[in-house]
């Protein structure tokens, strides 16, 4: 069957698909101290799931990239057949953010299999404060895993998340880090998402005063903006002539609403349109068996989930970071 009323003009979608909701690190703005209660086994999408869903959303929509997160997808079994698997769907952009724990030993297979870029959260250089944030892990494997990145993939990208009296103080560092290693370095605006709504106001930091820190010591020119971007970006040069990328996700300050394509896919099975917004809407039973009627309804799904995308107000979501995907 032919679905005119799509095909006639196809639209562009992102999607980010979060493989668990487990993580072997315990960052204290993304899960609570006494931990979330996990996702079942058997109510986490099979990986024939999930190219079911691919298969059946290509025939609506050009899926112009594909972000695999979590939780961290590293620590889901046989992650790298699904990255090889996607790949061979003819997808040219398949992207994993991870907390580099496990990349030095797994990135070379990723980049066989076909991934094709990678986005490493780094919050601190300092090994005490990642213990704070992390609560668990070994920055040295973090590490490990970003010269790994930088060995095997063109396009790494350094996330922090900047918090007001813990590593605002080292986001020079950080830019310096990963300018010298070829990193585009992103500072990203804390979310006031379930556990964090409790030190929000405390431990947020507006994009422009990492901007203004950062002035100090770099010469920062701005780059063209590309629709559908999350990041600011600016070309950034310190007094040594090192250059490199330096970019802001001002998720509260600017949001970038207005032109976002992103669809997520929850490792439960549920379409959420919007990180900040709502519950969003379980799938799972269109992705049992392909059928006619069963793409349809998940294409209408989706296109109607793009329609009611809106410039947001709030953030209303009440699940942990680690279980929607972040």
């Known amino acids: ?14 999607l980010r698909i979060s493989l668990t909701d487990r993580c072997q690190l315990r960052c204290f703005y993304c899960m609570p101290s006494e931990g979330i209660a996990k996702i079942k086994h058997e109510q986490i999408l099979t990986f024939e799931e999930i190219i079911r869903f691919l298969k059946m959303a290509m025939t609506a929509f050009e899926i112009r990239k594909i972000h695999l997160t979590g939780g961290e997808p590293l620590v889901r079994t046989g992650v790298v057949n699904l990255v090889e698997n996607i790949s061979s769907l003819g997808i040219a ?3 994993m953010t991870t907390n580099g724990q496990y990349l030095a030993e797994l990135a070379p297979q990723l980049r066989r299999a076909g991934l094709t870029r990678v986005n490493i959260s780094c919050d601190s ?27 095997w993939f063109k396009s790494v990208k350094l996330n922090t998340v ?4 813990l590593n605002d103080g080292e986001v020079v560092d950080i830019s310096s880090y ?14 006031p998402i379930h556990c964090a709504r409790l030190f929000f106001d405390k431990m947020f930091v507006p994009a422009s005063e990492t901007y203004a820190r950062l002035a100090e010591r770099f010469t920062l020119e701005p780059l063209p903006y590309q629709p559908g971007e999350s990041s600011r970006k600016f070309a ?41 917004r709502g519950h969003g809407i379980q799938i799972r039973k269109y992705l049992q068996h392909a059928s006619d009627q069963s793409t349809m309804k998940l294409n209408e799904i989706i296109q109607n989930e793009l329609i009611n995308k809106r410039v947001r107000e709030s953030y209303e979501t009440v699940e942990p970071m680690t279980v929607v995907g972040g």
């Open 178 to 191: 990963g300018m010298e290693r070829g990193c585009e370095v992103r500072f990203i605006e804390l979310m």
């Open 236 to 276: 950034a040069v310190d007094g040594r002539g090192q250059s490199g990328v330096i970019g802001f996700i001002c998720s509260l300050s600017k949001p970038f609403c207005g032109d976002c394509r992103r669809i997520r896919l929850t490792s439960d099975g549920r379409l959420i349109s919007c990180l900040a």
């Open 162 to 165: 900047v918090l007001k009296g």
């Open 1 to 14: 069957m032919i679905y005119s009323r799509f095909l006639s003009n196809r639209p562009d979608i992102s």
């Open 125 to 151: 250089l300092n090994e005490r404060t990642f213990r704070d944030i992390t609560r668990s892990g070994r920055l040295s494997d973090t590490l490990d895993g970003i010269k790994a990145a930088c060995r």
């Open 93 to 95: 952009d398949v992207a």
